[in-house]
């Protein structure tokens, strides 16, 4: 099973550190962190995904709630948020090849943001199945070298988790 946690944190250093010291000393894996501050500077928010069973992820929601720093956990449900990540891919491309490297990434709506000889860096935000079937497609072409952000959640429509660097009421799905 996999859940979103959006954890707002007070935005000063070592609170990262924190919360990965967490996850490292209770054992749980990680799937994906991404951490930005929010528009009020004095707080970050975290956009943690971690797989699990149910007993697993509601210690590491209980482990959370407890650090210092941390302001709110929520869980956003994925059927109601939108995730996202980014991702730059460096791709064998020679001159033969290059038409059709093209071609694919535009399908993808994804963008060529450096040519080199022999190469090209590929730029695709979207979710992590339109990622990864992109990444099958130019696997194909040799990818050099393949860097991710990581997912970032928001809650869909009216529903906010996150107002003025303080979380609250209708996105917010607390277990």
């Known amino acids: ?5 959006s954890v707002l944190v007070e935005n000063q250093p070592g ?23 929010t528009q009020d500077p004095s707080f970050s ?13 509601q210690q590491v929601q209980k482990h959370l709630d407890r ?13 109601g948020a939108i995730c996202r990540e980014l991702a730059l891919v460096r791709v064998n491309a020679a001159g033969t090849q ?3 490297i093209i071609q694919v990434v535009n399908v993808f ?15 695709i935000t979207g979710d992590r199945d339109k990622i990864s079937a992109l990444l099958d497609l130019l696997g194909e072409f040799g990818i050099q070298e ?6 970032i959640a928001i ?3 009216r529903q906010v988790v996150n107002e003025g660097g303080i979380c609250i009421g209708q996105g917010a799905v607390r277990t």
């Open 1 to 5: 099973m996999r859940r979103i946690f």
């Open 15 to 37: 609170v990262l550190a924190r919360v990965a010291g967490l996850f490292a000393r209770r054992r749980f894996n990680i799937e994906s962190l991404a951490v930005g501050a």
């Open 45 to 57: 928010c975290m956009t943690i995904v971690v797989d699990g069973d149910e007993g697993v992820l």
């Open 67 to 79: 650090l210092i720093n941390v302001v709110r956990v929520s869980v956003l449900e994925e059927s």
């Open 98 to 100: 290059r038409t059709s």
């Open 109 to 123: 709506k994804g963008k060529i943001v450096d040519v080199a000889p022999g190469s090209l860096v590929v730029e």
């Open 146 to 151: 393949l860097v991710r952000t990581g997912e």
């Open 155 to 157: 809650a869909r429509g």
